[in-house]
């Protein structure tokens, strides 16, 4: 199949061949992101409004829709022009009004003749005591109530657009549904969780019989939701087998390097540790490309496992990378490895943008060489003028803060090269399939022994003197201390406390050269200046801004007071939290926030406060804020999903992920039944570079 199936020609017309949709309302759709018919299908009610009718309004509670037959009564014309002329009705217990503002000439007595029956269908509201309509929504006789539907779908609209139109176009795109398209869902899945049939599913999705019907895990959202989440599992699942169908090289280790660390390490590796560092190893001797997400909390022992895998390539005869997106990460890396390249008898060396000139030259030759073992760096290992020996293996640290095209710039670097992502950031399950489904993940759940629980304390920004104080006796008693700020400098508009400012305030308090500074906004010079004085023990306190919240590690610092810890994201706490207990120390963690805290504020304070599990951290921080702010929307990657809820819904997401590895394990060039239904499935959701990538396949 090499072009979008005939039977899904009319979902993807113009949406003037819907009935009442002309060129200015399809304009009105564009604006709620309609533009074919497709997309209506897709663009489910949120609301729906019960008019099934009531003898009676007398027990309805103002503010309510209510539907009710009556008998008109009668009429008080507006006293003024344009103001409310009312018609008094009764139902079959008690009197009401209609209101109407407005009304033209003798409008009102031809629709409401004294003595008729009518059902009318509208808001109750109660003014000065008295039970009225304003303006009903539906005025029927009563031989003609049975066409006013029992559940009317609310859709969501924008200025100009009514609920009658979109009702209107969605009928009619409902009536037009390809009927005969096979079923592209597990026969055995569809059985087990009771659902539709795709086109009964759209009806009833778009005709909910109650709130029930609204839910997410209403059979017929439920499937709708299940083939988003199929068709964006499918396509990551394809790209992962295209990335591993690019020819791979097997790296097989003897185990010589890696046990002359495990002997060196006066501790033995948790048993989440001994996992990965195995699912890493087969991947990498394997022939196909190693494409692996390494993930785990704050101190959890990424860095031994990324080491160990290095160790891995340069047994098997190569070399490898290891790359951070700032120096002063790289440079901490560099820091941290050295001792384990000692331990193995191997060389390592660093490469940043500062190596300029002869320096640098040579270094780049005794990496052409093959005389540097394992490399660390920044974005300088991407020049052109980079060569290695032989590159087998790339490690990302921070994945967030590189693209997927660079990921794949990095493997490029040797013949297939394997490639590992870290993040130290916990990412719910959910948002993990949907960003990195493509990649398969090891996840460290585990601490390091030894590693203590930091102490986390909320208190207010009323004591600062207090915190101060404590402050002043712990840099006398040699410990070492970060003070976290919202913003570099003052702002006039928002009120928050710069970093510039509260340095200066403790620098007074505490005296000279014993508080250093630093932020974003300075040069990186200064900023490394800075740290490493921090690093070396010579600044007792680092104020700072969020640029240490990853990565950097100063096992004597056991202090971190956060200031005006409620503006920050939950994630970014834990972060800046896991700056410290690194040491043999206790450590303590302060949350200074300012009084009154808001609902949110106070609740992403309180969960820091009980648990120290960067998952369980981030699975609430992804149900307060959702998807697309947890990553930040601008570079997430993460899909955009009509139907389906990634917060809500990680379960569905995890079987669809299972369900379309299976199925391209059992039919790769979807060439069976149930494949060609799903080529139907991936032309229905946009999902064009799958189809490619089948076709390559």
């Known amino acids: 199949m090499t072009g979008r199936p005939p039977v899904l020609f009319p979902l993807f017309a113009g949406l003037e061949t819907l009935p009442g949709i002309g060129e200015k309302t399809a304009r009105l759709f564009a604006q709620i992101g309609v533009e074919r018919p497709r997309d209506l299908l897709f663009t489910l009610p949120y609301s729906v409004i019960d ?17 009710v037959e009556v008998e008109i009564g009668a009429h008080s014309p507006a006293r003024r022009k344009g103001g409310p002329a009312r018609v008094t009705v009764r139902d079959s217990e008690t009197e009401f009004q209609l209101v109407f503002f407005h009304a033209k000439g003798d409008w009102l007595q031809r629709q409401f003749p004294t003595g008729a029956r009518r059902v009318i269908s509208g808001k109750l509201e109660i003014f000065e005591g008295v039970a009225q309509i304003v303006h009903p929504d539906h005025v029927l006789a009563p031989e003609d109530a049975g066409d006013l ?28 549904l390809p009927e005969d398209l096979p079923e592209w869902v597990d026969p055995a899945l569809k059985v087990r969780e009771g659902w539709p049939d795709w086109a009964e599913a759209l009806r009833a999705a778009h005709a909910p019989q109650g709130v029930g019907d609204l ?53 033995k590796p948790t048993s989440a540790q001994s996992r990965a560092v195995a699912e890493i190893a087969g991947d990498m001797a394997s022939d196909r490309r190693m494409n692996r997400l390494l993930q785990g909390d704050v101190g959890s022992g990424k860095t031994l496992v990324a080491f160990l895998a290095l160790l891995t390539a340069v047994e098997a005869g190569g070399q490898g990378v290891m790359m951070a997106p700032t120096e002063i990460l790289a440079r901490q890396h560099m820091d941290s490895l050295a001792p384990l390249a000692r331990a193995a008898g191997v060389r390592l060396d660093l490469l940043t943008g500062r190596d300029k000139g002869g320096d ?89 022994p030894g590693r203590k629980p930091v102490r986390t304390a909320l208190i207010s920004t009323a004591r600062l ?94 202090i971190m007071v956060i200031e005006r810890a409620e503006t920050f994201g939950l994630a970014q706490l834990h972060q800046l939290r896991g700056r410290v207990g690194r040491g043999g120390a206790e450590s303590t963690c ?36 959702g998807a697309g702010d947890l990553i930040g929307t601008a570079q997430s990657g993460l899909p955009k999903f009509r139907i389906a809820d990634l917060e809500g819904q990680a379960g569905l997401m995890a079987v669809a992920q299972r369900d379309a590895r299976a199925l391209l394990l059992a039919d790769p060039g979807l060439e069976s039944p149930r494949g060609l239904a799903v080529r139907v499935l991936l032309w229905l959701m946009e999902q064009d570079r799958a189809i490619r990538l089948i076709s390559v396949g």
């Open 51 to 67: 008019r099934r009718p009531v003898p009676t309004i007398r027990e309805a509670r103002s503010g309510s829709i209510v539907t």
């Open 149 to 176: 539907p029992r559940h009317e779908p609310v859709y969501p609209l924008t200025a100009g657009l009514t609920q009658r139109v979109v009702a209107r176009a969605a009928t009619g795109v409902l009536a037009h």
């Open 215 to 267: 839910s997410a895990t209403a059979p017929a959202r439920a499937r709708l939701a299940y083939d988003e989440l199929f068709a964006h599992q499918l396509t990551l699942a394809l790209a992962r087998r295209q990335f591993r169908r690019g020819k791979g090289r097997a790296s097989v280790g003897s185990g010589l390097l890696s046990g002359k660390v495990l002997k060196s390490l006066p501790y």
């Open 360 to 448: 640098r030259a040579r270094k780049l030759e005794d990496l052409a060489r093959g005389r540097i073992d394992v490399l660390v760096g920044t974005h300088a290992v991407f020049q052109k003028d980079v060569t290695f020996h032989d590159l087998r293996l790339a490690v990302v640290d921070e994945q967030h803060r590189f693209g997927v095209a660079q990921r794949m710039e990095l493997g490029a670097k040797g013949r297939a090269a394997d490639v590992l992502v870290m993040t130290a950031t916990p990412i719910p399950r959910s948002l993990s399939l949907a960003q990195y489904g493509d990649m398969d993940v090891s996840v460290l759940d585990e601490k390091p």
């Open 465 to 558: 003197e207090d915190v101060v104080d404590h402050l002043r006796k712990a840099v006398a008693e040699g410990r070492q201390a970060y003070w976290v700020c919202p913003l570099v400098e003052e702002s006039e508009v928002v009120d928050l406390i710069s970093a510039e400012d509260r340095f200066r305030l403790l620098r007074a308090a505490l005296g000279e050269g014993v508080v250093g500074l630093v932020h974003g906004q300075m040069p990186p010079a200064e900023k490394d200046a800075a740290m490493a004085e921090f690093v070396a023990g010579r600044l007792r306190v680092l104020v700072a801004t969020t640029v240490i919240e990853v990565g950097v590690n100063v096992p004597n610092a056991s």
């Open 590 to 625: 302060l949350l200074m926030y300012q009084p009154p805290l808001s609902q949110s504020g106070e609740r992403r304070l309180q969960i820091l406060r009980e648990t120290e599990d960067g998952f369980r951290i981030s699975e609430e921080d992804l149900a307060m804020r």
